[in-house]
């Protein structure tokens, strides 16, 4: 079965373009995308959450599987790659985007929890992680990619990533399954 997604957002083209250009080589990939967009999907008016946006094809494939009245908050701590983000999909009003430290954000953020959160950057996954699931919503889902050994992961990091899924693997209110799939997912549901 080929599992490449037919399906992809509008946006995708001039985002990838621009990320090329800017040399930002961390964008999620096409099979981790529609899982994005299939479960942004399964939450009408869902509040979603993106911690790094980076130049935004995960932001385009949540918008794309969001309904119009689900909203979805994306932070990043580059602004320069945000910005490309922003320029190719800011007139959405479904997203609001936050330009600072994620860590910083997960730590002031008051609201209320989210039905999806997409870490796909150190803080909310390798740290913050306490305070990301705390924001996942009961039934709602966390999802994290990149755990298989990727190009420039810094010395040491295959133990950071063992020590993630041990810890996410031990919470008694998650309910989670790995993906040997894409760039390495683990899902992880909330239970009620």
């Keep these: 079965m080929d599992d490449t997604p037919r399906r992809l957002p509008t946006a995708l083209p001039a985002l ?8 930002f080589i961390m964008s999620s990939e096409d099979r981790t995308g529609s899982l994005l967009a299939a479960l942004a999907a399964a939450r009408p008016a869902g509040r979603i959450l993106e911690l790094g946006t980076g130049a935004g094809e995960g932001t385009a494939w949540l ?9 979805l908050t994306t932070v990043e701590l580059d602004p320069a790659v945000q910005a490309i983000a922003q320029e190719e999909l800011g007139a959405d009003p479904r997203v609001a985007f936050v330009s600072g430290d994620g860590g910083a ?3 002031e953020f008051d609201g209320a929890p989210f039905d999806l959160v997409f870490a796909d950057t150190w803080p909310g996954k390798f740290t913050h992680l306490d305070r990301a699931l705390d924001l996942v919503a009961p039934g709602g889902t966390y999802l994290i990619d ?14 950071s990533v063992k020590r993630l899924l041990a810890e996410l693997d031990e919470c008694e209110d998650f309910r989670c399954v790995r993906l040997a799939w894409a760039s390495g997912l683990l899902m992880a549901v909330r239970t009620a």
Aim: hydrophobic residues 30%.
């Design 16 to 23: 990838r373009s621009r990320a090329r250009d800017a040399g």
């Design 63 to 71: 918008l794309s599987g969001m309904d119009p009245a689900s909203r």
């Design 105 to 107: 954000w997960l730590e």
């Design 146 to 159: 990149d755990l298989f050994p990727q190009p420039g992961w810094p010395e040491g990091h295959e133990a």
